[in-house]
């Protein structure tokens, strides 16, 4: 089994590659079980990142099955104006952008986990302050998704 660390946007990622078997690797991003399908070995990724009024973050270019990104790793730190992902899901909408001003208890993000789609609230007043993830992302159990301040 081969192991990787690989940083994206600051967060690291443990990836190890337990197996191989033509185009397609089974691999643990993070403790968490992908089988990967390599769809054309010779292609280029490029990187997008978000409109410059918000935080430059970087999509996850992995192209997998079933259809998932590398799980971004639980952020450290927070406070109580941190948004964070209360179970493992894709982010499938962020309802706010950076300096709204928001009220407890409003909209902020989507995410779907388990075939539904949860609505997470800001869980205080005050105004977006970063936005850590994209439309798309995965997101493990704790990641702080968005900090209000």
């Known amino acids: 089994m081969k192991q990787f660390i690989y940083r994206i946007n600051g967060q690291e990622y443990i990836v190890?590659?337990?197996?191989?078997?033509g185009n397609v690797a089974e691999v643990a991003v993070n403790?968490?079980?992908?089988?990967?399908?390599?769809?054309?070995?010779?292609e280029e990724v490029t990187l997008s990142t978000r409109p410059a009024a918000k935080p430059a973050?970087?999509?996850?270019?992995?192209s997998t099955t079933p259809k998932a990104t590398a799980p971004a790793?639980?952020?450290v730190g927070g406070g109580a104006g941190a948004l964070k992902s209360?179970?493992?899901g894709i982010v499938v909408?962020?309802?706010v952008n950076v300096g709204d001003v928001v009220?407890?208890?409003?909209?902020?993000?989507?995410l779907e986990a388990m075939k539904m789609e949860n609505v997470l609230q800001?869980?205080?007043d005050g105004t977006v302050q970063e936005i850590h993830v994209n439309q798309g992302d995965s997101v493990l159990e704790g990641v702080t998704l968005v900090t209000i301040g």
């Not at 190890?16 to 078997?21: L, P, S």
């Not at 403790?31 to 010779?42: C, P, T």
């Not at 009220?103 to 989507?110: E, S, Y």
């Open 16 to 21: 190890a590659v337990n197996k191989m078997e």
């Open 31 to 42: 403790g968490s079980n992908y089988n990967v399908e390599l769809v054309d070995g010779e």
């Open 57 to 62: 973050a970087a999509s996850k270019p992995a």
């Open 73 to 75: 790793k639980p952020s």
């Open 86 to 88: 209360p179970l493992p």
């Open 93 to 95: 909408g962020i309802k």
């Open 103 to 110: 009220k407890k208890g409003d909209a902020v993000v989507v």
């Open 122 to 124: 800001a869980p205080i």
